[in-house]
């Protein structure tokens, strides 16, 4: 069975400083990984993805991935937060063959930018 | 180009009551899928339909239901509501099988 684990349920830092947010995921299949943003009372917005090729994927606002299939991780980075970043991100993943249609969810990250 | 559209924003229900959730897609996606997020639950699966036809379904009981209609609009009925049904529930869209799903902004459904 897939799964995805959020290492961090809450990640503090201030403003210009650089961020990490980890995801593990867990697989006997080959599959797609995905990073979205929830802003307070909004739906999940698409941050980049994953699907094959170079391993290092760029995405909106300045955020970058990179996927590690030895490790079996995909975190999220940014070098410089801002504090319109501050939000609720997730880590997702979907079967990469036979698609299921259901895309597996972390438990989240809620980024708090300080100024 | 508009993106996913969930109607109504808020439904605030009685317990036993039925709820019923719209969602239009991303134009050209044929395929619409639900997820629920309830408080300390995260984000659960629950419906994929593509084509009219529900594809796959999540780990809910059967009055959990919903359908999709030719111009790929799709509805989620929940039946005999209970507390633990209060959530954010969420649609989303893809091209027909497609590996990317573009989220709407959710219908927040709160039963009293």
């Known amino acids: 069975a897939q799964s995805v684990t959020q290492l961090d349920s809450q990640v503090p830092v201030f403003e210009e400083a650089p961020v990490e947010l980890r995801c593990n995921y867990s697989?006997?299949?080959?599959?797609?990984l995905f990073w979205y943003v929830q802003y307070p009372n909004q739906g999940l917005q698409l941050l980049l993805k994953?699907?094959?090729?170079?391993?290092l994927v760029k995405g909106i606002n300045g955020f970058e991935a990179e996927f590690n299939k030895s490790q079996t991780s995909f975190h999220l980075r940014k070098p410089s937060v801002h504090i319109s970043d501050t939000a609720e991100y997730f880590c997702a993943v979907i079967q990469g063959s036979g698609n299921t249609g259901k895309l597996i969810f972390g438990q989240g990250t809620t980024l708090q930018v300080k100024p | 180009e508009a993106g996913v559209t969930q109607s109504p924003t808020h439904l605030i229900k009685t317990r036993g009551q039925q709820a019923t959730l719209r969602c239009s897609p991303i134009s050209g996606h044929t395929s619409v899928y639900w997820y629920q997020q309830a408080l300390g639950l995260g984000l659960q699966f629950l419906l994929w339909y593509d084509e009219g036809e529900e594809r796959n379904r999540g780990n809910f009981p059967p009055r959990f239901s919903g359908r999709q209609f030719p111009n790929y609009s799709s509805e989620l009925n929940v039946n005999a509501l209970e507390l633990e049904d209060s959530a954010l529930y969420l649609c989303a869209s893809s091209l027909a099988g497609a590996d990317t799903q573009y989220f709407g902004p959710g219908t927040r459904l709160t039963v009293l």
């Open positions: 697989s006997s299949v080959s599959v797609y």
């Open positions: 994953y699907l094959s090729g170079s391993t």
